[in-house]
């Protein structure tokens, strides 16, 4: 089964500390994975995207690895701030023979406290 | 570049009336998606065209929802008639060139109440 499993579902860090969000996905045939930032009333916005033969990118303070073996992502968050306070939603592209879908990960709920 | 351009932003309708949502997607895109966001099942795609034709519309719930794209710059999804269970916060998003390596651009969605 197409699943895309995040965790934590939510998290709470201070102001100016690290984390990480994990992302596990058993999509098959996998296309790219995304990373997308959504604010409380707004839409997603994209951070990343990873083809199978990309190991890491990164966007600023943000920086997704990928491992295709163990079908495995991270979204990592340096020196956060406040706005970072979000919704971090893990996207597998399954790819069909030219029709690709998109499978949702359920998100992982941030907060940044001062 | 407005980005991906939604109205209303809420809209509140008893059981039983016609809503409409409306979408400007990014001049340029070819793609243009319709995505449904709830509590309980996240996001699900509802629709999607290309170049004005609709591709895949699997995940349109029912009959009581249609989508309409009738040039490049403009959408609706309608819903008729509504149902309380239609109350989530409905996406509209666009791409240059699908799903391959381009980002979805969303809009900031219409939250739909139906009491």
């Known amino acids: 089964k197409n699943q895309v499993e995040q965790s934590p579902q939510s998290l709470i860090i201070l102001e100016g500390k690290n984390c990480t969000l994990q992302c596990n996905y058993t999509v098959s045939p996998f296309s790219n994975l995304r990373w997308y930032k959504q604010d409380t009333g707004r839409g997603p916005v994209s951070l990343t995207i990873m083809t199978f033969s990309e190991n890491t990118k990164s966007n600023g303070r943000y920086t997704a690895t990928l491992d295709a073996d163990t079908k495995q992502s991270s979204l990592h968050i340096t020196a956060s701030q406040l706005s970072d306070s979000a919704s971090y939603i893990c996207?597998?592209?399954?790819?069909?023979?030219?029709?690709?879908?998109?499978?949702f990960g359920a998100g992982t709920r941030l907060a940044v406290h001062p | 570049d407005a980005g991906v351009i939604q109205s209303p932003r809420h809209e509140v309708t008893e059981m039983g009336q016609e809503v409409t949502l409306r979408c400007k997607p990014i001049s340029g895109h070819d793609y243009l998606f319709w995505y449904r966001q709830t509590m309980m099942r996240g996001l699900e795609l509802l629709i999607y065209?290309?170049?004005?034709?609709?591709?895949?519309d699997s995940g349109m719930p029912e009959d009581r929802f249609s989508a309409k794209m009738p040039n490049a710059s403009f959408s609706t999804l309608k819903i008729q008639p509504s149902e309380p269970r239609d109350s989530a916060v409905y996406f509209c998003?666009?791409?240059?060139?699908?799903?391959?390596?381009?980002?979805?651009?969303f809009g900031n969605g219409t939250r739909l109440t139906v009491t």
């Open positions: 065209f290309n170049n004005n034709v609709p591709i895949d």
């Open positions: 998003a666009s791409s240059p060139t699908g799903l391959n390596n381009s980002p979805l651009h």
């Open positions: 996207v597998v592209t399954r790819g069909e023979g030219g029709y690709n879908k998109l499978i």
